[in-house]
Structure formats: C-alpha cells, structure tokens
Nanobody, 123 residues
Framework: QVQLRESGGGLVQTGGSLRLSCAAS????????LAWFRQTPGKEREFVAA????????SYADSVKGRFTISRDNAKNTVYLQMDSLKPEDTAVYYC????????????????WGQGTQVTVSS
C-alpha cells in the first residue's frame, strides 16, 4: 500500500511559479509510474504530466508542455511538479497518482492517489 500526500499549492500571480511535491509513504515507490492530474469544479479531472518508473520518460498535456516539469527523487520517495509561466487557466486542485505499471495519461489506470492541493493563479 502506498499513501501519497501533496504539498506546495497556493496563490500565485500570472507568470509566476510554484513547485508541487508529493511524498509517498507505506512503501518505496521506486519503479512506480507517477503522474499529476488536476480538476476544477464542474469539470472532469484531467491529465497534466506523467513519469516512467525509471524516470527516463515523461509525457505532458499539450496545455502545459514547455511550462511544467515532472521529476522524481527516489531517495526521498517524492515526485515534483515544477510549474512555470502560470496562467489563470492552470487554477485547479492538483493530484498526484502512482501505479506499478507503465506510465499513462489515463487516470483509471492509477492505483494510488493523494488528497490534492489547491493552486490558484490570479490574473
């Protein structure tokens, strides 16, 4: 069993940066595929970024490509989402997720989820 806990959300102005962290406990997630998703009220949760178990392969939603970077530190059992050049449309609750298989943009494939952290970008 893996427990995930996000942190680092907050309020930032347009063009600013935030770094989200997601710490895992319960067991090491070395080798697990990791991902970030986000959700705004009244909308479906959407894919943001994913990272392979080895950390060598990444995938990003078109809306964040070139602005967001997903990375991991297996020694700290933590996955990060560096968010730069933030826009008001990035405002959402951000969730991290983990699975023992191949990384994917499909949220239904992920076994473990955090509780979410709010990111608000003011215009």
């Amino acid at each position: 069993q893996v427990q995930l806990r996000e942190s680092g959300g907050g309020l930032v102005q347009t063009g600013g940066s935030l770094r989200l962290s997601c710490a895992a406990s319960g067991r090491t997630f070395s080798g697990y595929a990791l991902a970030w998703f986000r959700q705004t009220p009244g909308k479906e949760r959407e894919f943001v970024a994913a990272l392979s178990g080895s950390g060598s392969r990444t995938s990003y939603a078109d809306s964040v490509k070139g602005r967001f970077t997903i990375s991991r530190d297996n020694a700290k059992n933590t996955v990060y989402l560096q968010m730069d050049s933030l826009k008001p449309e990035d405002t959402a609750v951000y969730y991290c997720a983990a699975r023992s298989g191949t990384y994917s943009y499909l949220q239904t494939l992920y076994d473990y989820w955090g509780q979410g952290t709010q990111v608000t970008v003011s215009s």
